[in-house]
């Protein structure tokens, strides 16, 4: 079964650009999270979404928004791209959302680095 | 917000020995979940906790949900070369698919 894919593997971008990164989740998954990684702030929850719409946000600006198509598969976005923006962005998927004391697994991608010059 | 705290941030140990390490928070969780990260890779689980109290092994991986619900303590036995990478705690919260982690502990093991 294969995993959760994530392209473009690696971007360059400039200040003020747009961008647009893709998660394809492991087949049958229906959740979809996204994590911006940094070394300053280490791993933080963007958003998660589930039968196309968003269940939960971080707390990103809105230059960051996301969306996810019926067949699961999601898509990030940030616009007026800044310095600050680059980081490894990890997408990760499971069955479903987690609810309650329940922990739905979530298993991630290798991410997609984003270099903002 | 919740925090979740990891020290050291890197800890540099001999093949074949023993390591401990902890994730404390002043807030209490029903859930813990210890992460491992390799270079390229993203985050793989590497065991997960439920109650309190609560010792799971996964192989020469042994990890506790710490009585208080506050803390949870990760030990590698026998270290091998491959067990380099940064481990991370976290927790689900909010609405539970939102994991918040720590800041990781970068292991580095000298053959």
């Known amino acids: 079964k294969a995993g959760v894919t994530q392209t473009p593997r690696y971007l360059i971008k400039t200040r003020g650009q747009q961008v647009t990164l893709s998660c394809s989740p492991i087949?049958?998954?229906?959740?979809v999270s996204w994590y911006q990684q940094t070394p300053g702030q280490g791993l933080q929850f963007l958003f998660e979404?589930?039968?196309?719409?968003?269940?939960n946000k971080g707390n990103f600006p809105g230059r960051f928004s996301g969306r996810q198509f019926s067949n699961s598969r999601s898509e990030m976005n940030v616009s007026t791209l800044e310095l600050g923006d680059s980081a490894l962005y990890l997408c990760a998927s499971s069955l479903v959302p987690s609810g309650g004391h329940l922990y739905n697994e979530q298993f991630f991608g290798p991410g997609t680095r984003l270099t903002v010059l | 917000g919740q925090q979740l705290n990891q020290s050291p941030q890197s800890m540099f140990i001999q093949e074949g020995e023993d390591v401990s390490m902890n994730c404390t928070s002043s807030?209490?969780?029903?859930?813990w979940l210890w992460y491992k990260q390799e270079p390229g890779e993203g985050p793989v689980l590497l065991i997960a906790l439920y109650k309190a109290g609560e010792l799971t092994s996964n192989g020469r991986l042994t990890a506790q949900f710490g009585i208080t619900r506050k803390d949870s303590f990760l030990n590698i036995s026998a270290s091998i070369p491959s067990d380099v990478g940064i481990y991370f705690c976290a927790v689900p919260t909010g609405a539970n698919s939102k994991l918040t982690f720590g800041k990781g502990i970068t292991l580095s093991v000298r053959p």
């Open positions: 087949s049958g998954h229906r959740s």
């Open positions: 807030s209490i969780f029903n859930t």
């Open positions: 979404y589930f039968s196309e719409t968003q269940r």
